[in-house]
């Protein structure tokens, strides 16, 4: 993504709060460094490994593969690094889009059982059918990740006004602790590897291959650019619903189009990548400190600055216990626990 | 919230709580049927008879012996297990001033978990038993953080709650990385991890029954204080409570409790949640009937589990705590949306 379209005129955008309008400068900044930041990282994460490629034969091998480490690099390597990138921007964006339809700080993809329900139904699909793969895997991740969301959202909401961010975070907690729960009992019938254990319950780009990225790509494509349009009628959506109504708004209809992007990037994510945890929760807000709240300018920055994430969370977990295979997801809960406990310590309550 | 529900016990005066006893004691009765039940069937079934012949000790029957010497310290725990879990969480409940609190909840199972863990993999071929008190010390740690971080000027219940979950998820994301540091020890962690009565000997039991003994009676005793902290801090304070000093000292109680049913059973989840709602609903909200009940409940959310558990898919096991999810996770949910009113 080149710099230049990230880069939109600063009036354009419509604040929430005025004291972080921030300059075209400021996003340049932030986008030339995230632009520097993915470059090192794919470097980085294409030649370390249980086998070193030296930078000087990076470029060469990716066009052609004569030797044996020119094959790790296509068809290990070069997948890993492509899907960390786009699972991360995918897990980011429904978190961005999540805050801003449920107008709650708290709400991700990994709080509101979203993700847990994608994994839940995947799980249960694969234990019936082993061989199931690609689209129909996905639907039905759509499926899991849309009836957990709904659900946690009526159960939290049925109070009637506004969710408070507690409710939403018990309601999204215990909903995926019950989803995690059953897909462990599947697993335990299932006697499937630890391996495999591992991957639905923390998930990872780390047996990614070309076909998870065909499978995933279309769905990407459809959650992000639908996303990306959807940045002025989000921007109004902040100024409150009766704000927005006024301003010519269809406030039901904005969020049922957020809420259905939110199910197709994570559902797609979870489906080939598992339950990356707290991406969706993270790096929405690192970025809104970092070039505001207006969508227009976040949502594409989140895709970056997720992607970044779950590549160097990857790059991170190979060096944990080599020559072991540790998925990236336990790397992104390390980091992320603590921000969503800063998060969470600063919500203004009232019991 | 915890209003409401005082007010639902005051308007609607059932007939279990005019006669709580009488309730009470054929819950117990209930329970105890549903031990004897649960140590006959099993790999070889055994006639209830002959269970209670072996209990009491007046048999010559061997395969009830048998039963009776690897049946019973699992029986007994779950028993255990139960109340220190559901009077862990019915204490929580009124001290929080919240419904949706529980060990669960302000981490204290997520803390125990992780530190017995740490322990078990950093020490491999570790009998469990020496997990408890690193599980013990976990738990503990897990609830002062929690404390700690929820508190400006005071710690508001649903601070602690909101905080609670937060490190609950940091303490989860520690027990994942180990989980995947140490690959080759994972079966044994990830079966501790889930919450499971398999295996357990007299000596878990031992570990236990001391708090269940010291805590639950001191709890009971004290649960006209939690009444008066169920009034509000401030109308607490007004009626001579040192709000703050008790609020703390409770939390104290429940957390240890909490602590050692993870410390030897692993993290099941929900007991503490839903039985003190159960209590609640059937007995109303005054903690002198409601706690006992609530332990009631737990006894028998436990041993429903563990023989589901063991019944499903022989000789497959399920762990309890996945039982207990699995069926508490949706009364949960039910009752988030009966209190949300």
Request: hydrophobic share 60%.
């Amino acid at each position: 993504m080149s710099v230049d379209t990230v880069v939109k005129p600063a009036q354009d955008a419509v604040h929430k709060r005025p004291k972080i309008v921030t300059s075209r400068q400021r996003v340049t900044w932030v986008s030339l460094a995230l632009l520097v930041v993915v470059v090192a990282g794919v470097v980085w994460g294409l030649s370390i490994g249980s086998q070193q490629i030296s930078l000087a034969r990076l470029p060469g091998a990716i066009f052609r593969a004569d030797q044996p480490d020119e094959l790790i690099l296509q068809s290990i390597r070069l997948p890993r690094v492509v899907l960390a990138l786009l699972v991360g921007a995918a897990l980011a964006v429904a978190g961005a889009l999540m805050q801003a339809v449920a107008a709650n700080p708290l709400a991700a993809p990994e709080i509101m059982g979203v993700n847990a329900g994608a994994v839940f139904v995947v799980v249960m699909a694969i234990t019936i059918v082993p061989s199931l793969s690609g689209a129909p895997t996905i639907l039905l991740s759509f499926g899991g990740a849309a009836a957990a969301g709904v659900a946690v959202m009526l159960l939290a909401g049925s109070g009637g006004g506004r969710v408070s961010p507690v409710r939403l975070a018990l309601a999204g907690v215990t909903a995926s602790s019950l989803l995690i729960s059953l897909t462990q009992v599947l697993i335990i019938f299932d006697e499937n590897s630890a391996d495999s254990v591992l991957f639905w319950l923390v998930g990872g780009v780390n047996f990614a291959g070309w076909q998870d990225i065909r499978n995933l790509l279309p769905w990407l494509a459809v959650g992000l650019v639908g996303a990306f349009a959807m940045a002025r009628p989000l921007n109004l959506l902040a100024l409150g619903d009766d704000m927005a109504r006024g301003l010519g708004q269809n406030v039901e209809r904005t969020r049922m189009f957020g809420s259905a992007l939110v199910i197709v990037l994570c559902g797609a994510a979870v489906s080939v990548a598992g339950p990356v945890a707290f991406i969706g929760l993270i790096v929405p807000h690192i970025m809104r400190r970092l070039v505001g709240s207006s969508y227009t300018v976040l949502l594409p920055l989140c895709a970056v600055a997720g992607g970044v994430l779950v590549l160097y969370a990857d790059i991170v977990s190979r060096y944990i216990k080599p020559p072991f295979e540790v998925p990236a997801g336990v790397v992104t809960a390390l980091i992320g626990a603590p921000i969503f406990v800063y998060l969470a310590r600063r919500q203004k309550v009232t019991s | 919230m915890s209003a409401a529900i005082v007010a639902q016990g005051v308007r609607r005066t059932s007939l279990a709580q005019r006669y709580p006893s009488i309730l009470m004691g054929s819950l117990c009765v209930l329970a105890v049927v549903l031990s004897f039940y649960s140590l006959s069937v099993g790999a070889t079934d055994v006639s209830m008879g002959d269970v209670f012949n072996a209990v009491v000790g007046n048999t010559s029957d061997q395969a009830a012996q048998i039963v009776v010497q690897f049946q019973l310290p699992r029986v007994l725990l779950a028993w255990l297990v139960g109340i220190a879990l559901a009077v862990s969480g019915a204490v929580m409940q009124g001290v929080i001033r919240n419904p949706l609190a529980a060990p669960d909840v302000v981490g204290v199972t997520k803390g125990a978990g992780f530190a017995g863990m740490l322990l078990l993999l950093a020490i491999p071929g570790l009998p469990v038993v020496a997990v408890v008190p690193a599980a013990f010390a976990g738990g503990l740690a897990a609830a002062a953080l929690v404390y700690l971080l929820a508190y400006r000027r005071g710690a508001t219940p649903v601070r602690i709650a909101l905080v609670g979950i937060a490190v609950s998820a940091a303490f989860e994301a520690g027990i994942r990385f180990l989980l995947v540091r140490n690959p080759l020890d994972v079966s044994a962690a990830l079966i501790w991890l889930t919450g499971s009565l398999f295996g357990r000997s007299m000596s878990s039991v031992l570990e236990i029954l001391p708090w269940v003994l010291v805590l639950v009676p001191l709890i009971v005793i004290w649960s006209r204080k939690l009444d008066v902290l169920g009034l509000g801090d401030d109308l607490a304070a007004g009626l001579g409570e040192p709000v703050e000093r008790t609020r703390r000292m409770l939390l104290l109680f429940a957390v240890a409790l909490a602590a050692s049913a993870v410390a030897v059973s692993g993290t099941i989840g929900f007991v503490g949640l839903i039985a003190p709602h159960m209590a609640r609903r059937v007995f109303g909200g005054k903690h002198l009937a409601s706690i006992p009940a609530a332990a009631l409940f737990g006894v028998l959310l436990m041993l429903f589990a563990d023989m589901l558990g063991r019944g499903l898919a022989p000789p497959l096991e399920i762990p309890a705590g996945l039982v207990t999810a699995v069926v508490g996770g949706p009364y949960f949910l039910y009752l988030l949306v009966k209190t949300g009113k």
